[in-house]
């Protein structure tokens, strides 16, 4: 049975940093490209970024780009969001993903997913 966990997420001011972190257990962490999507009230779930399990590529959101840097640790089955210069409009639930891909591949549809966690909530007041 795979397990996804977030954490990291908290009531944080505009401009202040946080950093996501979710852990996989249940499947070839090695073999899937991971991702952070995120959805907020009223608003359909949306891409944030993603990395491919070759650690080689990623990729990201234009509204992030700049801001947010994806990572993961496969000897740990986790990934990392970090997240800077955070801005209200990133308040929302953070949610990690993982589709099963070849090792350069990365994943920005959800359809692409096979697994998700549950979320964690990133809240900015401004």
């Known amino acids: 049975q795979v397990h996804m966990v977030e954490s990291g997420g908290g009531l944080v001011q505009a401009g202040d940093s946080l950093r996501l972190s979710c852990t996989v257990s249940?499947?070839?962490?090695?073999?899937?490209?991971m991702g952070w999507f995120r959805q907020a009230p009223g608003k359909e779930r949306e891409f944030v970024a993603a990395?491919?399990?070759?650690?080689?590529?990623?990729t990201y959101d234009d509204s992030v780009k700049g801001r947010f840097a994806i990572s993961r640790d496969n000897a740990r089955s986790t990934i990392f969001l970090q997240m800077n210069s955070l801005k209200s409009e990133d308040t929302a639930a953070y949610s990690c993903a993982a589709g099963l891909s070849s090792p350069y591949s990365v994943l920005r549809l959800p359809s692409q997913y096979d697994y998700w966690g549950q979320g964690t909530q990133v809240t900015v007041s401004s």
């Open positions: 249940g499947l070839s962490f090695s073999h899937y490209t």
């Open positions: 990395i491919a399990w070759s650690q080689d590529s990623a």
